[in-house]
């Protein structure tokens, strides 16, 4: 099952470069991953190239369980600025495909290891201001079943955007790291992306410009990933329910020095599921005449638990908590988890102060097309509000969180730039309510 197509989205730096001139020329089409070459770099500082070794590493956070994390990507794409004459550059667009088409790298084998994915020579003091994995798919094993997963921000791209370009000389190499979170929601398993990425030298072994070459992540590296990272506060505005309608509001700050884009924010909690239009029953009585016309056994109720680990950051894959509630009945199936997902509607804040924007439940409706993602410049402020029914698919099921005082509720916000907060809040809402788990800062 492959994710949704759409046009790539460039993110904050790419802005960043908007004065400069820019061309739709492209300086590398279709380039075979394991043969470096170059082409005509007019305006290459004294004709020379630089060669770059582009690594992935990835410490994800994952369902526990979870014994593999295969990305399958068509190609990579690099937003470079090739310097031209009088200062300024010209921005061109890199696009590179694996033999055979495509690539499949599991995510989990890349916990504290950097491994080569691609090689590319480009002219001398180029600058690179992100990189584009177009993925064709996700799948996860979880204790032995196989999933689709889907992107939970639209679209069908993962980018990592460089925080701090610099022009390149020399061998290189592009360390980018790749740190999703993977959840359970009511259609499916959903990635929730964050990255964050670096330009480093290359060692003198030169190991790093062979396809599959792998290695340890050092302590250098981790320390420059770190700084590169941004960083984002949170907290829980409102959390209320007016009969099925509820209303959520989470308020974030960009507390760092660098742009992000906020993707996506996770809520988990106490949800109790109501309305549901399939008949239920209790005991071994048929259940009478089912969608499709025939007779259905007796709605039957699964629930599965696991324990939440906390999370880490020496590179090692996280564990998430995971309650999924089956339930199934005259032709009615749906997944109650507590873990829901919503994304920004806007892609840009204006104004100043704590901006007030909506956001948007995922729930895998078509409507759903294309990248979502909002651009927070550092210092800016905004309160992303819900307000509707949180429906389960055509089950007609819709879920209502319980606001008796006392009950706890985990936010996850994630951004860009390896930004994220974790935060446990207990009702009622109040500005002291929330504890921070852990934030990028960590």
């Known amino acids: 099952m492959s994710v949704r197509k759409q046009t790539i989205k460039y993110t904050a730096a790419a802005v960043a470069v908007a004065a400069v001139i820019i061309v739709s020329s492209t300086l590398y089409l279709g380039v075979n991953f394991g043969t470096p070459t170059t082409t005509g770099a007019s305006g290459a500082q004294g004709g020379t190239s630089a060669q770059l070794a582009i690594q992935l590493t990835d410490p994800p956070t994952v369902p526990k369980g979870t014994t ?6 068509t ?12 200062g300024q550059q010209v921005i061109t667009t890199v696009s590179m495909t694996p033999q055979g088409g495509k690539a499949t790298i599991d995510l989990l084998s890349l916990q504290n290891i950097s491994q080569t994915i691609a090689l590319a020579k480009l002219p001398n003091a180029s600058t690179i201001y992100s990189f584009t994995l177009n993925v064709s798919s996700i799948e996860i094993d979880v204790n032995g079943t196989t999933s689709a997963v889907t992107l939970a921000t639209g679209g069908s791209t993962l980018t990592v955007t460089l925080a701090r370009p610099t022009p390149l000389s020399g061998n290189r190499v592009a360390l980018l790291q790749l740190n999703p979170v993977i959840v359970s929601t009511s259609t499916g398993y959903q990635m929730i992306p964050s990255s964050v990425g670096i330009i480093a030298a290359g060692t003198s072994n030169g190991n790093e410009d062979q396809i599959g070459f792998r290695q340890h992540i050092d302590s250098q590296d981790q320390s420059q990933l770190q700084h590169a990272q941004g960083n984002l506060s949170a907290k829980l505005s409102a959390l209320s329910v007016n009969q099925n309608v509820t209303t959520i509001s989470v308020q974030v700050n960009n507390t760092g020095s660098i742009s992000v884009v906020l993707g996506a924010i996770g809520v988990q909690g106490n949800f109790t599921a109501t309305g549901l239009s399939c008949t239920q029953n209790n005991g071994n009585s048929n259940s009478g005449p089912s969608q499709d016309g025939g007779s259905s056994d007796s709605s039957n109720s699964t ?11 020496n590179g090692n894959a996280n564990s998430v908590s995971q309650s999924r509630d089956s339930r199934q009945g005259n032709g009615c199936e749906f997944e109650r988890p507590d873990q829901l997902v919503f994304v920004p509607v806007n892609s840009t804040v204006s104004g100043t102060g704590c901006v007030a924007l909506k956001m ?3 729930s895998g409706d078509s409507g759903e097309n294309g990248p979502h993602g909002l651009t927070l410049s550092a210092g800016q402020c905004v309160v992303l509000t819900f307000v509707g029914k949180i429906s389960l698919g055509q089950s007609g099921a819709v879920l209502v969180p319980s606001v008796l005082s006392g009950q706890v509720y985990a936010v996850h916000v994630i951004a860009s730039q390896g930004a994220d907060a974790q935060l446990s809040c207990a009702l009622p809402v109040a500005p002291t309510s929330c504890s921070v788990l852990h934030t990028s800062e960590d």
């Not at 629930?303 to 950051?313: D, F």
């Open 75 to 86: 190609s990579i794409g690099l937003l470079v600025g090739k310097p031209a004459s009088s």
């Open 68 to 73: 593999s994390l295969n990305l399958t990507y």
């Open 360 to 362: 948007q439940l995922v």
């Open 303 to 313: 629930t599965q638990s696991t324990t939440t680990q906390s999370h880490s950051s």
